[in-house]
C-alpha cells in the first residue's frame, strides 16, 4: 500500500510539474494577438484550445472583419492567458521571384572607416576627437545639407581648420559635434581622414508585388554597409533591370553569389524604404497575367516541404524544392523560419542559397507564406525566411503614412 501510494504520488507529481511547463511555455510562446483571414475556422487540434470571451467561439468560422477576445486554454481546463483575434479578409499578391537591380542613395553620408591624418605635429585622428563613429551617418556641416562625398571633402578642405558643426544620427538619435579638420603633413590641405559612403548598387529578388498599391517588397532584409553592417539610410534610389550572367557556388564558410549586370539608363521603379524587413518600392508598372497568389498569415505556415521561386541561369523564375524544418513566430523582423534547400538541380548549380537570392518567394499549400533573407555561413543549403505577411503589413503600413501625409 505505502509503495502504491509512492508511486502515485510520483505520478501526481510529474504530472503537475507537465501541466505547469505546458502553461509557462504556452504563455510565453502564445502571441497576444492572432491574425485570421477571412472564412477561415480557429483550430483547436492541438493541446492549446482557444475559447471565446465575446461571440467568437474556439471552433467558429469567421465571416466578416473584425477583432475578438478570446481565452486560450491547456487541454481546455487550465487557463493560460487571453489573446486578440484580428479578423480581416484574404489578401492576394502578383507573385515575384524576377531579379532586380539596386541603386541605392543615401540620406546623408555613412562614415564607414575613420583614419589619422599625418600632420607636423604627428598623426592626429579629427574624427576621434570630435568623438564620431563607424557607422555615423552626417546628415549636415554647419547647417549644409550633406548628399555625397563630394560635397564634404570640399567643405573639410576648404575648412581652414575652424570648428566645423556637424549634425549627425546614431542609433537613430541625431545629435551635434564640433570637427576640427587638420593640415596635411606636406601643408597641401586640411584633412578630416573620413572614409564615408553615399550610395551602393546591387542585385536582389522579388517578393510579390500589390497590384491596389502599386507597390512591391523584395530582399526580406535591409540593405547594408559591407564595410559597417549598418542600414544604410534612404535618401533616394531606383529599381532598375538586371540579368544574371554567372553564379559563384556557395560552399560552407564560403557564401556564394549570384553574378549580375545592371542597365542604370532605364527605370522600373522608385525605392520607397529600406528597413529589416526588406527594400520597398514603388513601380511604374507590372504583369500581373496569371500570378496573383493568396497571402498566408505566419501561424498559417507549417513546418513541410514548400517551394521557392529564384531566377538563377535564366531570365525568368523557375521553382526549387525546400523544406521549412521550424517556424519561429518571435524570429525578429526577418528570422521567422529556417528552411533547407532539398533540390538537386538548385544544389548543383548553387550549393543551395546564394546572396542575389534574398527576397525569392516561398510557396506552401498554394500560398505564399514568405521568402527568403539569409543563408547559414557554415552550410549553404540552409537559411533564414521572413513571413510575407509582415511585409505585406509594411507595405500598407507604407501606403497608409504616403495617403495620411
Known amino acids: 500500500m505505502k509503495k502504491l501510494f509512492q508511486v502515485l504520488s510520483f505520478v501526481f507529481f510529474f504530472s503537475c510539474s507537465a501541466v505547469l511547463l505546458m502553461i509557462i511555455i504556452g504563455y510565453s510562446r502564445i502571441p497576444n494577438e492572432i491574425s485570421m483571414q477571412e472564412y477561415s475556422s480557429m483550430s483547436s487540434g492541438s493541446a492549446y484550445v482557444c475559447r471565446s470571451l465575446t461571440e467568437i467561439s474556439a471552433n467558429a468560422t469567421v465571416n466578416n472583419t473584425d477583432q475578438y477576445e478570446t481565452s486560450v486554454r491547456l487541454f481546455d481546463i487550465f487557463p493560460i492567458k487571453s489573446a486578440k483575434v484580428n479578423v480581416s479578409e484574404r489578401k492576394y499578391v502578383v507573385l515575384g521571384g524576377d531579379v532586380f537591380g539596386i541603386r541605392l542613395y543615401t540620406k546623408g553620408v555613412m562614415i564607414v572607416k575613420i583614419d589619422d591624418v599625418a600632420t607636423v605635429n604627428g598623426r592626429i585622428c579629427p574624427g576621434a576627437k570630435a568623438g564620431l563613429k563607424e557607422g555615423d551617418i552626417i546628415l549636415s556641416v554647419n547647417g549644409k545639407e550633406i548628399s555625397n562625398n563630394k560635397t564634404l571633402s570640399k567643405i573639410i578642405s576648404s575648412s581652414q581648420g575652424k570648428a566645423l558643426k556637424l549634425k549627425i544620427e546614431r542609433n537613430a538619435e541625431v545629435t551635434e559635434t564640433e570637427f576640427y579638420a587638420v593640415l596635411s603633413s606636406d601643408g ?14 546591387g542585385i536582389g529578388t522579388m517578393t510579390f508585388y500589390d497590384a491596389e498599391s502599386g507597390g512591391c517588397a523584395g530582399l526580406g532584409h535591409a540593405v547594408c554597409d ?18 544574371i550572367n554567372g553564379v559563384i557556388k556557395g560552399k560552407a564558410n564560403s557564401p556564394g553569389e549570384l553574378c549580375g549586370t545592371l542597365t542604370p539608363a532605364q527605370v522600373d521603379g522608385s525605392i520607397t524604404d529600406n528597413c529589416d524587413c526588406g527594400l520597398y518600392a514603388v ?20 513546418c513541410e516541404n514548400a517551394y521557392i521561386l529564384s531566377t538563377i541561369d535564366s531570365q525568368t523564375p523557375e521553382k526549387y524544392s525546400v523544406e521549412i524544418e521550424s517556424v519561429d513566430i518571435d524570429g525578429g523582423e526577418n528570422k521567422n523560419m ?29 500560398k505564399l507564406v514568405g521568402a527568403v533573407t539569409h543563408v547559414f555561413i557554415s552550410d549553404p543549403t540552409h537559411g533564414y525566411g521572413i513571413f510575407a505577411q509582415t511585409m505585406y503589413e509594411h507595405l500598407s503600413g507604407l501606403k497608409e503614412n504616403e495617403e495620411a501625409a
Do not use: C
Open 188 to 201: 597641401s590641405d586640411y584633412k578630416g581622414g573620413l572614409w564615408v559612403r553615399d550610395s551602393t548598387a
Open 226 to 243: 559591407v564595410d559597417t553592417g549598418g542600414i544604410l539610410p534612404l535618401g533616394s534610389g531606383k529599381i532598375v533591370p538586371a540579368v
Open 283 to 302: 513601380l511604374e508598372s507590372a504583369d500581373t497575367k496569371g500570378k496573383l497568389m493568396p497571402l498566408a498569415f505566419g501561424d498559417e505556415v507549417k
Open 338 to 366: 529556417v528552411i533547407r534547400v532539398t533540390d538537386e538541380e538548385l544544389i548543383g548549380k548553387t550549393g543551395g542559397i546564394v546572396q542575389g537570392m534574398s527576397g525569392s518567394p516561398i510557396v506552401q499549400n498554394g
